[in-house]
């Protein structure tokens, strides 16, 4: 039976009639499954949660050991379990540490809902693997031709340059608190950077819990307000939303960086207040959205959120039935 | 051209005056000529290159990319040089050519090189460059930087790198070429200053900061000469044994477009004015003088129904002598005295409005509610020199409070420059016999966040597209703030806004409960 069939969009979310169970919920729901941990994904508040290990871990950390209600599910990469009709494997997406593509079988058909993904190098996480499938389900935060982040060992560089020729300027780097500022970090040590790397306090909890993983970010420290002022010629992690705000001010001569995919685009640097923009993305680039079309080569593809239209355009010229999925709620401008 | 990328890159993002300052004086110090110079050429909107097409540009892109991904970008990203320098199809890995050509060289070629060359010349270089270099390369052809570095402040730079008054630099400036390599000789000391006496020049004007509240109490009888403040174009009318010309407030020439106004002026003389239509005695609306914008040589029957007059108000050269250090009131005096001896048509001064007690000032203000050619006062000190610049003090402007109108959001389309991304301009419009209308279209008047949320509206809330433009659900509430109403027939409504801009969004009030057409009716100014 063809997934349309069997799956449909609620205002809770993606619904599969067959499993009786939400991919990514927007709202708390009897049984969830869930891609990955950001928050506009994995919500607290499900009956039963079926996730990845690592997944589940950053549920408990963000809210609390009691954020299900019936049961938790740990799946392995690959491990097939059923729900109701389904059945239900998770495969790794590449996106952060945990995330997983879903793949629901149901009556000889099979969707594969690949959550936010990537396909460059990251050891914080596990790369993507296509999945064979009959509709392949995309994002499309990045599905434009003008998106096509730079290696980030570039952008590295250009953070580590502009440190040597500013040392007397805190460098501050917004980045999202799971997932960017791990690979930041990872990133930084590659590139040969031993020192210190101090964190926003938002930073701390999902630090420590990668490093629980065992991916080793060296020595970091939190920013209190006793060392603040000594933190000229440093390099510090902080949620964008930090960025501009009070909290950064005891810093001394901030020099204000952030490490997004929209940072390609000037006008938003520049609208955000960045004087050094870092265009580093856990999302895919136009050109890793189109290699991954090819490389599942499911027949049909939907694309949920994002610049859909772009996609969608793109999928039918190559052959491709697509479609748009408009599923309100997550967060579009997520980088 | 890698230094002028790189220093373009960093100027762009550079938020504080002082840093760009110092970047700007490192690449001077670093830059031999004649690259420096044509790089203030570029930065200065000084250089011109009428064969580096913006449709040259979109021809070669149109060339390498899908049309359709093609309007997507542009319309996502809202700026061709950013759209083409990040499509321009280039190996996974950018190239980084160390071997770029020189500033100079590039500059030379788009100038001289024959305009059948040029595309194949400039999609050789676009191959070669990085995205960054490409944008630069394609800012240069577009005139237009917007890298937060104004005429002014690029000047002041070169004064304070030759320790040379920013004043000298200003009145060479006119009157000197790309790639200024005189004027760096001067500035380093190797040469004296270059002689520009023989051409017509512009003198930068001096400019009002608004009147607020707080400084109400500074503006007493003694102190301070009252005037209108027209609803006009701010220009410069010169006339010398060299000739006459017409510039505007930023220095741009315009004497082509008003060979009229230019006309008029028949002594030596830089004059400060306001540029209206008028008729008789009767002075035309804004919408009037709209008619004559941007039409160079306009024809005969034009300039018979739209006559360009110039209402002046300060006078800084008369009769070959400077009189810019001189007090307002002894400058006013000595031009009331030109104007009396010479009798130019087409030039009349700006009276001045009496006043004793500032609730004389405010009874003038509201008074002017009506006349659309009018938009409020102007406070000059009367003993104040005319200096170039906004000086804290000597004048201030005082607009007439503005029109309000709660309108329905419409249509939107994504932005350009620093909105470029998000749906920000747009077309709103009042009620009808239960029609919505259009009446205008606005893009500022809202914060930062409003715009990332009123971006997310319209993506959630659209109807239909159309190309760019988006079709919203008739929902969302504006209240929009405007000088004036004029009637107009190129409005399906039969009404245009002067000036509108959002001045609040109503999440709150209901559609239905936003206001009627007739409202406009009544706040009808300025027939024509």
Redesign the interface.
Known sequence: MHPRDWIEVRPEGVYCKAGDVYIDPMQPVNKAIITHGHADHARSGHGHVYATEETLAIMRARYGDTHYLMSENPLAYGQRITIGDVTLSLHPAGHILGSAQARLEHSGASIVFSGDYKRRLDPTCVPFEPVTCDVFVTEATFALPVFRHPPLEEEIAKLLGSLAQFPERCHLVGVYALGKCQRVICALRAAGYEETIYLHGAMLRLCELYQSFGIDLGQTDMVTPENARALAGKIVLCPPSALQDRWSRKLPDVLTAAASGWMRIRARAKQKGVELPLVVSDHADWDELTQTLSDVGAPEVWVTHGRDDALVYYAQQQGFKAQALHLLGYEDDSD | MKAFSKLLERL????ATSSKEKLLRDYFATTPDPDRGYAVAIIGNALSLPNFKRGMVLDLIKAR??P??LA??YD????LS??VA??WPAP???PNDPDLPALHEVVEALRHMPKVQLPDYIAALLDRMT?PER?ALLKIGSGSLRIGVSARLLKQVLARYGGQPIERVETLWHGIDPPYEELFAWLEGRADAPAVEERLTFTPVMLAHPLEAKDHGLITPDAYAAEWKYDGIRVQCVHSAVGRALFTRTGDEISNSFPDAVAHLNFHAVLDGELVVQRGAALGSFNDLQQRLGRKNPSGKLQDSHPAAMIVYDALMLEGEDVRHLPYEQRRTLLQAALETYHPVGISLSPQIPWHSFDQLEAARASVDNLSVIEGLMLKRKDSAYIAGRPTGPWYKWKINPKRADAVLMYAQRGS?????FYSDFTFGLWRDGELLPIGKAYFGFT?AE??ELDKWV??NTVKTFGPVREVKKALVFEVAFDAVHRSSRHKSGYALRFPRISRIRWDKPADEADQMSLLESLLTGET
């Open positions: 762009y993002f550079e938020p990319t899908d359709q991904l997507m970008s996502y990203v809202g700026e950013e759209t990040h499509l996974a890995v950018a995205s944008w420059g620093k909105r470029s991304s930062d715009l990332v993506r959630h």
